[in-house]
């Protein structure tokens, strides 16, 4: 049984859910997400519990991790519409710099040139130092994806630890080469 597709999706405050046919809408003060589920899920609206049930017809292997997965992007988009979600990333390094102009956020991180990423739309992107970047959203997908390309630009490296690394997340040092 999957523990995860078992248990209910709470519906916050202000949150609406609608399910029609195998379209589900979630509305909240942030935005409006919607999410069409696999045939083999079925999804349902209890109003009186404030809360989303998930089951599902069959109990093969695949059917069984779309319902955890379908529960999942339920309670993911529950959380987005009515708190948002959000990432910090850090630049290390000297000279390494982060700005974000016309909708792009240029990064100077020890290239030739700038680096400029597009800003996708639902994406609120700030910097609010030079040596931060801030992205926020309701899609937690959407978010984590623009994060991981950003870092990607230039991962830390292990001698010194430059490059762009995600607010808390800790870098394993190697010790360099010793004189002898």
Same mark, same amino acid.
Do not use: F, M, W
């Given at each position: 049984m999957? *523990?995860?597709g078992q248990k209910p999706v709470p519906i916050p405050n202000?949150?609406?859910v609608n399910v029609s046919q195998r379209e589900l809408t979630v509305? +909240? &003060?942030?935005?409006?997400? @919607?999410? #069409? !589920?696999?045939?083999?899920?079925k999804v349902v609206?209890?109003?009186? @519990?404030? $809360?989303?049930?998930c089951t599902r017809e069959s109990d093969e *292997? #695949?059917?069984r991790?779309? !319902?955890g997965l379908t529960r999942a992007l339920i309670q993911n988009m529950t959380i987005g519409v009515s708190e948002g979600y959000e990432k910090r990333l850090e630049i290390h390094g000297v000279g390494y710099v982060g700005v974000v102009q016309d909708n792009r956020v240029e990064l100077r991180v020890g290239f030739a040139n700038e680096i400029k &990423? $597009?800003?996708?739309? +639902?994406?609120?992107? #700030?910097?609010?130092?030079?040596? !931060?970047v801030v992205i926020k959203g309701i899609d937690k997908q959407q978010v984590g994806q623009f994060a991981a390309e950003v870092r990607s630009v230039r991962k830390p490296e292990p001698y010194k630890g430059k490059g762009i690394r995600y607010a808390g997340?800790?870098? *394993?040092?190697?010790a360099g080469k010793t004189a002898q």
């Open positions: 999957s *523990r995860i202000g949150v609406k509305e +909240g &003060k942030l935005g409006k997400l @919607n999410y #069409t !589920h696999r045939p083999e899920i609206v209890d109003e009186d @519990n404030k $809360q989303v049930i *292997r #695949t059917v991790a779309y !319902h &990423k $597009q800003i996708p739309a +639902g994406l609120d992107v #700030t910097c609010p130092d030079t040596t !931060h997340e800790t870098i *394993r040092r190697k």
